[in-house]
């Protein structure tokens, strides 16, 4: 890529990467997780700098927060969510990650917040979504079946979403409140369910805007990008979690 762009044109190589990862220095800390579990202890930059053959500088920033900063606008207090195979999140202040402080979870994150008979991530997930849909609908195996069962006036289907819409505001209220934030700004692949989860989730949140982002991908490659923004680095690069 950098070939095709051109090498002096390129300035650095921002990276939105899952946790528990170092930030500021490039190192993964993935245990349980198969899909990364080969780079627990690498020097990730260290790696891709000596495979790349113009090296560049190279920024890391956790994905959801790649996400919400590269899909939210730079003002005020937002909530970045992902939903998909886990919960992703991530808390911005004027544009800026918190990760610390009374009014946010530690290092911004909610997914291994305790929730129930386990955490949240155990309930705000696809797992949680495909575990329901197995246990209560006959004949349909997928979350995008059962979307369209919902649609179709299947209210079996209808009451799993709600479900989910509940779980979700359960876990946001509070941190919302917390935070004092406006915007709940939400991307991932359970967002194309929004309008059979949002209304249950709107009760819980009745004095915040709620955005869906359709193209999540493409606000966490903006986010990602932004490390090699000067003024914004400058600020970003003191609240990055180390695990």
């Known amino acids: ?8 044109r390129v300035r650095g190589i921002g990276i939105a990467m899952p946790g528990p990862f170092d930030y500021a220095a490039g190192v993964g800390y993935f245990r349980g997780n ?12 260290q790696a891709l700098t000596e495979a790349l053959r113009h090296p560049r500088p190279i920024r890391f920033l956790n994905d959801a927060t790649a996400f919400a900063v590269g899909a939210a606008p730079a003002r005020g207090n937002v909530v970045g ?14 544009g800026i990650p918190a990760i610390d402080g009374d009014d946010v979870p530690p290092h ?34 997928t979350v995008i079946a059962a979307a369209d069962a919902a649609r179709t006036g299947d209210a079996t289907a209808a009451a799993i979403f709600a479900d989910y819409g509940n779980n979700l505001g359960t876990v946001l209220s509070p941190w919302v409140d917390r935070f004092d934030a406006g915007t709940v700004l939400l991307g991932g692949r359970i967002c194309g369910a929004f309008d059979l989860f949002g ?23 903006i986010g990602a990008a932004r490390t090699f923004d000067a003024t ?6 003191h609240h990055l979690p180390t695990r």
């Open 199 to 221: 209304p249950a989730l709107r009760r819980h949140l009745p004095a915040t805007h709620i955005a869906v982002h359709a193209d999540t991908e493409d606000a966490a490659i």
């Open 108 to 141: 911004g994150s909610l997914w291994h917040l305790p929730f129930h008979d386990g955490i949240a991530d155990d309930h705000v997930s696809a797992r949680w979504l495909t575990a329901r849909i197995r246990e209560r609908l006959d004949g349909i195996p």
């Open 232 to 237: 914004f680095w400058d600020r970003a690069r």
């Open 34 to 45: 198969a899909k990364f579990a080969a780079l627990y202890g690498v020097d990730v930059a």
């Open 1 to 8: 890529m950098t070939d095709r762009i051109g090498p002096d």
């Open 81 to 94: 969510v992902t939903l998909g195979t886990g919960l992703g999140s991530a808390f911005l202040r004027e």
